[in-house]
């Protein structure tokens, strides 16, 4: 590994500080402004939702020492 991240790992990282500046803005002002630019239980915003858990999942993965396959190039 060379300290550097892929490109998946990246958008990734990016995605899951959006997600996290929503829930810290709903938690703090009871604004979502995902489901307001986006609107309610849309399928759009249902999809978005998804990727964030999925984003989450891999933090978590990443977290207990497994990495991506793009970043561990030798």
């Known amino acids: 590994m060379n300290g550097q991240t892929c490109i998946l790992c990246r958008v990734f990282g990016i995605i899951a500080i959006i997600g996290l ?3 810290g803005i709903e938690g703090a002002l009871r604004v979502n402004y995902l489901e307001r630019f986006l ?3 849309t ?3 249902r ?3 998804v990727v964030m858990g ?3 999942l ?6 207990f020492g497994m ?6 190039k030798k």
């Open 21 to 23: 500046l929503n829930l």
């Open 39 to 41: 609107g309610e239980a």
């Open 43 to 45: 399928v759009i915003t």
């Open 47 to 49: 999809v978005i939702y």
């Open 54 to 56: 999925l984003v989450g």
């Open 58 to 63: 891999m933090s978590l993965v990443k977290y």
């Open 67 to 72: 990495s991506c396959p793009g970043c561990c």
